[in-house]
């Protein structure tokens, strides 16, 4: 049970200390020889990085909360 919460909390701050180096690559991407739908495509990395990072720290909380017997 610790070892879940431990490795979710440091999941979830690395993923948000993450987030703008995301986010600054994928604007330098797009500086370069991108247009189009894959410049769109490559617009929406950071959201689904941050998607990702949410879906972690949802699974954090539910699992927490079906092991103490609340869900």
């Known amino acids: 049970m610790l070892?879940?919460?431990l490795g979710g909390?440091?999941?979830i701050i690395v993923g948000v200390n993450l987030?703008?180096?995301v986010a600054n690559q994928v604007v330098s991407a797009?500086?370069?020889n991108v247009t189009g739908a894959a410049s769109t495509i490559l617009g929406l990395t950071p959201l689904f990085f941050s998607?990702?990072?949410m879906s972690a720290g949802v699974?954090?909380?539910a699992g927490g909360l079906r092991n103490a017997g609340m869900i």
């Open 3 to 5: 070892g879940n919460l």
């Open 9 to 11: 909390f440091i999941i």
């Open 19 to 21: 987030l703008p180096t």
């Open 30 to 32: 797009q500086a370069g």
């Open 51 to 53: 998607l990702g990072i």
């Open 59 to 61: 699974a954090l909380v």
